[in-house]
């Protein structure tokens, strides 16, 4: 009988994937077959007599950012299509799981190319699969959105988050101060982005004093410095 509910539960899951979060059709197999590895590892291994053990995601136990994850549905809303491939990347996102996350925007971009919300969300993803380091594949992520939706404000705002993370306060700086001369006075983001922008400016400010004290040698990145957790 147990085996019985855990393939009935299997079903509903894949149910509601795939009629409530409209999950493509080009993905029911590997949802499916997904479903049935996990059931056939727990067959496998499984030990339910043993007491649980809960461990954070192996990937990378640090969480994602909520506020930033709302902040890019809220910016994405006009752009794209693939909401279905975003809710299921944003699921991975929350638990760490950024690698599992980009590679099912990775499917959802082979389909959708031109889908701009999904390459902010692969940038965002590859992002915080480095632990906020930006690299090539991310900053390349970005900037096909642009490309693909000049009006988008999601690559410039993440584009500049990365940057700030990274220690490049001067481009992050550049990229968020023409977002916000271009964006409207009601645009749901722009008090956030003032917010970030003024706090970019005081660890800007801050490095040139530690500059200064140290004889004009450059200054390492601050230690923490990352506007979105200030």
């Known amino acids: 009988m147990t085996w ?10 894949l149910g509601v994937m795939i009629f409530v979060f409209k999950l493509p059709r080009a993905g ?10 996990g059931i056939s590892g727990y067959a496998l291994q499984g030990h339910p007599s043993q007491a649980g053990a809960p461990q954070a995601p192996v990937e990378n136990a640090k969480l994602a950012d909520q506020t930033l994850i709302k902040e890019r549905q809220q910016m994405g809303a006009a752009f794209g299509q693939g909401q279905s491939w975003l809710i299921l990347a944003d699921a991975l996102t929350r638990q760490g799981q950024f690698g599992a996350a980009s590679e099912v925007l990775r499917k959802a971009i082979a389909k959708s190319p031109q889908d701009a919300d999904l390459w902010v969300a692969l940038g965002n993803a590859l992002v915080g699969h480095t632990d906020g380091v930006i690299t090539p594949a991310a900053q390349f992520a970005f900037q096909k959105a642009a490309n693909i939706a000049p009006d988008h404000p999601g690559p410039p705002f993440f584009m500049g988050l990365a940057l700030a993370q990274s220690g490049r306060f001067p481009e992050a700086r550049a990229m968020w101060a023409e977002l916000l001369a271009r964006s409207q006075p009601d645009a749901p983001y722009r008090a ?3 917010a970030r922008l ?10 040139a004093q530690m500059q200064g004290a140290m004889g004009g040698a450059p200054a390492a990145p601050l230690p923490g410095a990352k506007p979105s957790q200030q």
């Open 192 to 194: 956030d982005l003032q």
């Open 28 to 37: 029911w197999e590997i949802t499916a077959a997904a479903l049935l590895f």
């Open 198 to 207: 003024e706090r970019l400016d005081s660890l800007i400010a801050e490095q």
């Open 4 to 13: 019985v509910v855990i393939l009935v539960i299997a079903l509903v899951v």
